[in-house]
């Protein structure tokens, strides 16, 4: 009998102590503190399993002179103020949590960001979106086509560019703000 009042204690106290423990405010909710224990590996094997189940296996395009070009211009105005460029990683992306990986410096075995994924995960990432990483799904924002194009861009970091890609991705970013704030001006207009 002691036995199974422990046991029925036992299962009341767990959920009173993890709604107190997140009500207080103590979970690891700032980009500073440490991880839960296991955090990393309970979020990596689901996303895994669920990119490798929904990724499509090839591209519907090919890594053209257009492609990749296009790819560029996609990837500096969407993706590298996180993912930074060649040569020019990003300021912030090393105090976000998890890091934004830096996609034209090599790691590892001289691999250059996420050139040896198969181009069908980079993909799933840009489509999807990774939560609460601050990788934003692209779906609404870009079509396939471009969705594709900036997926075969960083799929091929590692290899030899065309001089136009390779301008493209070297080039620095501009966030300089017009004298007026950019108030009133339409989209794309020079300041006067």
Same mark, same amino acid.
């Given at each position: 009998m002691r036995f199974l009042v422990g046991l029925i204690l036992g299962f009341l106290i767990i959920p009173v102590w993890v709604t107190i423990y997140f009500h207080m405010g103590h979970p690891p909710v700032a980009v500073a503190d440490l991880p839960f224990l296991l955090e990393r590996q309970i979020v990596k094997i689901?996303?895994?399993a669920r990119i490798d189940k929904e990724m499509p296996a090839s591209a519907p395009i090919e890594a053209s002179v257009t492609n990749l070009?296009?790819?560029?211009?996609?990837?500096?105005?969407?993706c590298a103020?996180?993912? !930074?460029?060649? $040569?020019?990683?990003?300021?912030?992306? &090393?105090?976000? =949590?998890?890091?934004?990986?830096?996609?034209?410096?090599?790691?590892?075995? !001289?691999?250059? $960001?996420?050139?040896?994924?198969?181009? &069908?995960?980079? =993909?799933w990432k840009v489509a999807n979106g990774i939560r609460l990483s601050g990788m934003p799904s692209f779906d609404k924002v870009l079509n396939q086509t471009q969705?594709?194009?900036?997926?075969?861009?960083?799929?091929?970091?590692?290899?030899?560019m065309p001089a136009d890609v390779t301008k493209l991705i070297q080039a620095p970013l501009d966030f300089s703000v017009p004298a007026n704030g950019g108030v009133g001006a339409a989209p794309g207009a020079s300041p006067q």
């Open positions: 689901p996303l895994h070009t296009a790819g560029a211009q996609i990837y500096r105005e969407q103020s996180c993912h !930074g460029l060649y $040569g020019r990683p990003s300021g912030f992306a &090393g105090h976000m =949590y998890p890091r934004a990986p830096q996609l034209w410096a090599p790691h590892g075995d !001289g691999v250059v $960001g996420v050139s040896d994924d198969p181009v &069908g995960e980079t =993909y969705m594709w194009q900036v997926s075969l861009l960083v799929k091929n970091a590692g290899s030899p």
